[in-house]
């Protein structure tokens, strides 16, 4: 499910932070700094009331070509960090890349490509965190103004500005297209004037971008899936699912050792305590797939006939089947990320 955000400066009084959540959103970013010198005079009162009521909250950065990386990351580490902003549990920050003619703001793809990754190296240098979104209008995107291949690791992430279609219409891709900002004048529920918004793409998440979680999106995780509502015909209710090579493992899990023996196969290269993290939960899963399935059993020999004829085992066969019918659909995930 993609999930839906805004992102606020000074030009945004907002009066409900939780009005703004109540709207659909997940997520929200504050314009903390701007070059070396400018600080959004609301970003504290923004920050603060946007993660109190419960959004993923972050703070971006409008870069300044003519001031310095190192001065332009030590400000806007300066103001954002004592409120958390590269702390666990913070959306991850942005890099808002755009001209502004009454700053004096211009960029080319030449000093583009060159400020945006020492401005990432610096900053994961003075954070500790590596997480960034690089946003930009979408035809620097398009026509090769920015090439994000040249920068763009598994922990970037790219946002592309694109009004007046549908949100996700963002008509240009990459591996690390992560969020699509498709208005720039949504009448946003507990905010004064009009304000960008955002929703995620491409199989990314708000979690991914979370500081502290995985960046990967959702097609490149490993899941271990068990749908308690699917019956193989032999009485097994697991399967295992590569969901980003379609590649399965199998669905007959009646043999631990062949589970885990599979698990290993399919899973070569995770870190160990990733895979007997994977194997805990595995064999959680099966107890309590065992427990279902020794339901009319149990049954049988703790129910006595009734008086009107009903068998134990009909009566149980019942339950079962009750049992079965209110798992159908229910899935059970565990997601284990594949090693950088």
Known sequence: MPDYGIDVSGFNTVTSWPAVRGAGNTWAWSKATQGGGYTNPQFASQFTGSRMAGLITGAYHFPDPNVSVAANVAHFVAAARPLGAFAAGAFLPMLDVENDSVDGIVWTAASANAFIPAFRDQL??????????????????????????????????????????????????????????????????????????????????????????????????????????????????????????????????????????????????????????????SDQVTGLLGAIQGLPAALAAAIPVSASGLTADALSAAVAAGVRAGLDGVTETTTLHKPA
């Open 124 to 281: 994961r240098a003075a954070t500790g965190q590596r997480k960034l979104c690089v946003y930009a209008p979408q035809s620097w995107w398009a026509t090769g103004m920015l090439r994000p291949n040249d920068w763009a690791d598994s922990d970037i992430f790219l946002c592309a500005a694109r009004y007046g279609v549908a949100p996700g219409d963002v008509g240009w891709s990459h591996p690390r297209l992560a969020v699509h900002q498709y208005t720039d004048a949504a009448a946003t529920p507990g905010v004064t004037k009009p304000t960008d918004r955002s929703v995620t793409v491409n199989g990314f998440t708000a979690a991914a971008m979370t500081v502290g979680g995985s960046s990967q999106k959702e097609s490149e995780m490993f899941e271990y899936i068990v749908d308690l509502g699917s019956d193989d015909g032999h009485g097994n209710y697991a399967r295992c699912a590569l969901l980003s090579g379609g590649v399965a493992c199998g669905a007959d899990w009646s043999d631990a050792a062949a589970m885990e023996a599979k698990g290993k196969a399919v899973t070569n290269g995770l870190p160990t305590d990733q895979y007997n993290d994977w194997l805990h939960k």
